[in-house]
């Protein structure tokens, strides 16, 4: 199964992308910030959180990034205007880590200036390996000066346990999610239970050091296991919240809610969809086979 997986992910990978663009509409609010500020309205109205993502990532030079910058103080402005219960996730590179890093601490700095004076926070996601230093420096740097910023950790990865132990005693702000990119197995783990173990044993130690942590997963199982290790604790419900990305697992979302638990939901929106639409893709290869069987006529 997973060859034949792996198989109709390299074909998603290859298909045009009008036609990656059918399938990714249900990951994405849309091109334009209106259309997240819809989609964000109407999970709020069910009383969901959200956090608002600007599509795009690694960006060739300055002015890209201070474009996409200036794309996160807008989201920033129209939470604020639409009085949205929303916050902001960034991407590094797209800010100009890999260019400069002194440059992409201004930016982010610019971006978590606005969102105090809205009493707002941002987020900054984990991207590859190759910026897992930089990013966690990044963050440091930012947290000798700012509260209303938080990291991401991937629990795939084997040194994570000794990231979080250095960054609990400062309380970070943490999501902690299984993680998304294609690693070696020299630094990540592989099986799928061996993940899950790690990820319960981080959220375990975020939790008893009293960090705030944002459980982000759409695994049934995990959900169970973080609902019992929440209760056998505890935790205060102003310590965690659930996390989910936009289009995935809805009923699952709703059950996490009406069980009287904060849920945010991770809102992309923007002209840069592909990559993150096929990264998207690669995780549901259910999704992917029907791509690939509307292609070639299969069905
Ligand atoms: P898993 O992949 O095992 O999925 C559990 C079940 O959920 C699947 O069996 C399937 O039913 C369903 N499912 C999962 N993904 C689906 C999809 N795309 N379509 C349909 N069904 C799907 N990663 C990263 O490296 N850096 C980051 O900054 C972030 N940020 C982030 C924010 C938020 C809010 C979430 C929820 C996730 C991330 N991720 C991420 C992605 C994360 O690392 C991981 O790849 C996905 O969440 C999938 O892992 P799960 O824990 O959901 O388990």
Not at 29 to 38: R, T
Not at 243 to 261: A, C, F, H, P, T
Request: proline fraction near 2%.
């Amino acid at each position: 199964m997973e060859l034949i997986n792996n198989l109709i992910v390299s074909i998603v990978q290859i298909l045009p992308k009008s036609t990656i663009h059918i399938f990714a509409k249900k990951y994405i609010a849309g091109e334009e910030l209106e259309d997240a500020i819809k989609v964000v309205k109407e999970l709020n109205k069910k009383g969901i959180l959200a956090t608002i993502d600007v599509l795009g990532e690694s960006v060739k030079n300055k002015s890209e990034s201070q474009e996409a910058k200036n794309e996160c103080l807008k989201v920033l402005d129209a939470i604020e205007m639409n009085k949205l219960n929303a916050n902001l996730s960034i991407k590094p590179t797209q800010l100009g880590l890999s260019i400069d890093k002194d440059f992409c601490f201004q930016q982010v700095s610019e971006l978590l200036e606005r969102a105090k004076k809205y009493n707002n926070f941002v987020r900054i996601d984990m991207e590859d390996s190759t910026v897992t230093d930089a990013t966690i420096e990044l963050y440091n740097r930012l947290r000798e000066k700012y509260d209303n910023v938080g990291i991401v950790v991937q629990a795939y990865l084997k040194r994570t346990i000794n990231d979080v132990e250095k960054l609990n005693p400062s309380k970070a702000n943490y999501r902690l999610c299984k993680g998304i990119y294609i690693e070696s197995e020299k630094i990540a783990y592989k099986d799928k239970q061996k993940i899950r173990d790690n990820y319960l044993l981080l959220l375990n130690k975020m939790l008893d050091d009293g960090n705030y942590v944002g459980i982000a997963t759409h695994d049934d199982y995990l959900i169970e296991q973080a609902y019992k290790m929440i209760k056998e604790k505890n935790i205060p419900k102003d310590k965690f919240e659930f996390q989910m990305l936009y289009g995935v697992k809805e009923n699952l979302r709703d059950k996490i809610n009406s069980d009287g638990y904060k849920i945010r939901i991770y809102v992309p929106f923007g002209k840069h969809w592909y990559a993150y639409s096929v990264r998207r893709l690669k995780e549901n290869p259910h999704l992917a086979w029907e791509i690939t069987k509307s292609i070639f006529s299969l069905n």
